[in-house]
């Protein structure tokens, strides 16, 4: 799709692929580029789940701190705005979005993950938010994506500390969601995309607009819920999956 973004595809899944050897940097192009792919993939009808991948060696290791070195904050505040973006947009995906994660995903790079609904590391793969040791702080969406996973006390430990978090601990707390060999990360999140891509998909975007209230107001998100909830009753998805229920057989779900 662009120069550093690839949209690769297989049937109803969608691997968006960085690729800006050699650690997928996260400059405001592969922001800009990144943003571009999840609205093309949140656009299209006939994509049902969403991989992120960053390749074999490595998810996405952060900014672009040689770019950035010099920068003050007029200068940095249309690089982190593009990535902040990229993550909403990422987010805001209809579909389930599955980050794929070999070797390092840090800074930018564990934003983008944590902006995906779950995530697939790799046995080796390192995990974390460093910014501080910079001196600076997460700047596109950590410091409030991260307490919603995994609890605000640990999160506060994981950004003032910096420090990088080993792929078992991740699962242990929450950051990630199944750890595999390396070898395997890519292929079976594209395992778990597809038996995604055979469900309910507008059920799956209902769902993701009401979990995303969760982190707000009880109420409000009572709101939500219930106001996704009715509409899926006029879909064929539900009619198919309640019939199939009462005839005791595997739902075929058509996305509609």
Known sequence: MGEFVTIERDDGVVTIRLDRPPANALARPVSLELSEAAKTVAADRGIRTVVVWGGERIFAAGADIRAMVGFGPEEIAPDVSALEQACRDLEAIPKPVIAAINGFALGGGCEVALACDLRVAAEDAKLGLPEILLGIMPGAGGTQRLPRLIGLSRARE?????????????????????????????????????????????????????????????????????EAFAPLFSTADQEEGMRAFLEKREPRFEGR
């Open 158 to 226: 994981l950004v003032f500390t910096g420090r990088h978090v080993g792929a078992e601990e991740a699962l242990a707390i929450g950051l990630v969601d199944r750890v595999v060999p390396a070898a395997d990360v890519h292929p079976s999140a594209l395992e778990e995309a597809r038996r995604f891509a055979a469900g309910p998909t507008l059920a799956y975007a209902a769902a993701k607009r009401a979990l995303a209230a969760a982190g707000g107001d009880l109420a409000r998100g009572l709101e939500v819920e219930r």
